[in-house]
């Protein structure tokens, strides 16, 4: 389900991976407070589409320039 949703909003297998694995690093982190399965499903889906905008401001921000 996270996989399949991260695709179809990024559209690239690698990047659609980086998003599954975060939002799984963050599911571990946080399913003390997650009290059941239909809280864990509706959190994953809006963890998820999340994780596309996070990437969408992480390739906006400007990265340094080494003017030598």
Known sequence: MVYRLAITRV???H???????????KLVKHIDHLESEEHVKAWLIRVTANG???LAKM??????VNIS
Do not use: G, S, W, Y
């Open 11 to 13: 559209r690239n297998p």
């Open 15 to 25: 990047d659609a991976e980086d998003i599954v694995q975060k939002v799984f690093l």
């Open 52 to 54: 596309r905008i996070d």
């Open 59 to 64: 390739r906006l921000k400007p990265r340094p």
